[in-house]
């Protein structure tokens, strides 16, 4: 195996580049289009992008011991193994998508202000292990690069 180290500023440009690709992508859509969840789907793209936003805060601050840049509630209902649970309000994609760049943003002045110190080892579907925020934020992003996939699956049907 051949490691390659990548800094952490290019991980979270990366991060955030797909979250500005993702805004990009809905930004003509309606509620009704965001809520739509097509046939042999099981779920929509609102529930996308909620769903990045639940997962990074699992994996870079909940396996660092450390609080959610968000409402615990929301991390619980878009995490992994949820699904759409109705429709999702014009204020909720509002907030949805000020959430997607605001936890990208908190995320880089935590690790300015060296606030990781901690890390909860988690086995992911890829076979290996996460034993740092940085391998963290590493395996973000490719998560974050399949539901990118999925959203533009999604709007193809909207």
Known sequence: RIFIIIPMNAILDLTYRNRKAMLKIIEPLSVAQLNYIPEAFNNNIIWNLAHVISVQQG???????????????????????????????????????????????????????????????????????????????????????????VIMSLKKFV
């Open 59 to 149: 994996l870079v601050y909940g396996l660092s011991n450390l609080n959610f840049k968000i409402e615990k509630d929301f991390v619980k209902a878009y995490t992994k193994g949820t699904k759409p649970m109705g429709d999702v309000s014009e204020k909720d994609v509002s907030i949805i998508k000020e959430q997607l760049l605001y936890t990208i943003e908190q995320t880089e002045l935590d690790i300015s202000a060296d606030r990781f110190q901690t890390y909860n080892e988690y086995p992911v579907m890829l076979g290996n292990t996460l034993t740092n925020v940085t391998d963290a934020l590493q395996f973000n992003n490719y998560h974050e690069g399949l539901h990118l996939g």
